[in-house]
């Protein structure tokens, strides 16, 4: 076969290194640049055929999101902007390992388990971060788009919840949105400048935010948008790509990790700060209070912020619709406990990971999902959806109700429900403390975070951990969570949860109680438990004081 032909020729221009094998994750590929040519071209070959057989635009997104620069990484895109099926992820490392001789039967492999019609049109969108490896690694893949016949469009440099965002807008024909940038810009800005609208009396102070693009794509296109916005926000933008290096001390991870203000952002008393991370599908907020003490809004207070927000315009607008919280046992309970207790919002726990979380919130009318790291966003289930447009139409509801409504649908135009976006969640949180009159300190107040710490464990094997009730009980090895129950009855308001990581051979554990010295003891005392219960290597774990 002619195309085939082509294949086997190009693919010599993007040799796999002998030997070298990687796994297809959550993040998609990931690794040193030098590493990903080959990967590239094979993602491209993949991304067509997954074209050919759905029968819509696929994204292919260059980037390796809040990794250092000089790695770089791919991830997939559905036709709806969602993450690529589990199965595919399989063919993704098949197709990625096979030998430079045994790529063909690999490829035809997929065709024939999928019964792909090669004679289908096949359309690939790609995008890249500013990496300075992703402008080549980002010609691989249209080598092996066009290798295979299929038709691209490049974007060029992009965030990746953009990229998802278009490819939805194109396989909804228009329906999401258009799928230009300029498309993205207009519709979250014409939604966010229609909320403020509702708030009052804002001063310069009010509009004023410090945010802190990780010298990446998130700053580039920050600065595109400001104009769409006109005066409504007074953005500060620090570590904008014009002389730091990417994610470098700085960023929504090294925030989160450091619970630290990034390098090169000049922080005023109270002053409401954010920072991206390098692909901008993250963010976190912060601030410092009068004492100089540094206080983190992560995902946890994201996800309060805008879930009462929406409760409270659903009871306002008469809807009967229910919404849900999704967590991870990560969350801190004193959100769950705020959540559930005072709110009488639904809480569902699921497994780590963005797409447990994603299909967890698809459950229900309006799923709220954010991790603690600041991945999260909105999904209104189209039902909802239809519930909210047919009451806006409605000529009898009363002003309270009309406003409310009004108030629903363009947040829903605000929040780019293909995945966590970090431009749009910093315009959906900017508009609930406008419209609530919040500062900073007003919303980090709504409920105090219970002191907690994280600990990792060297095992010989991670396998021996095998969990359930969505990671927060431990099956085996025998006798661990009996131990780590009766570790728990020790402290007060405490809870302690192990997992085995899903790339390495640990086990995180997670404790939190009423102190920090509380959290730390019960941390020390259930890792002990870990390394001698689970197979420990290396030092017995320390006490933390």
Sequence with gaps: MAQFKEVSQKSKLHPKPEGLTLQYGTAGFRTHAKHLDHIMFRMGLLATLRSKKTKSTIGVMVTASHNPEEDNGVKLIDPMGEMVTALWEGYATQLANAEQDSLLKELKDIIEKEDINMSEPASVYVGKDTRPSSASLSQAVLDGVSSLGGKTHDYGLVTTPQLHYMVCCCNTHGCYGSPTIEGYYQKLSQAFLQLTQNALNRTDDQKRLLVDGANGIGALKMREMEPFLRSEMQVVLSNDGSSGKLNHMCGADYVKVQQNAPQGMNMGVGERCCSFDGDADRIVYYYTDSKGCFHLLDGDKIATLISTYLKELLT?????????????????????????????????????GVKHLHHAAQEYDIGVYFEANGHGTVLFSKAAQKQIQDLVKDPNSNDERKRAVKLLESTINLINQTVGDAISDMLVIEAVLAIRGMSAQDWDAIYTDLPNRQLKVTVSDRRVIDTTDAERRAVSPEGLQDTIDSLVKKYKSARSFVRPSGTEDVVRVYAEADTQESADSLAHEVSLAVYRLAGGIGDEPKPLH
């Excluded at 046992?329 to 959100?335: D, I, K, L, V």
């Design 316 to 352: 306002q607008a008469g809807l009967n619709l229910q919404i849900a919280v999704v967590q991870t046992a990560y969350a801190n309970g004193s959100s769950t406990r705020y959540l559930e207790d005072v709110m009488k919002v639904t809480v569902c726990c699921t497994k780590t």
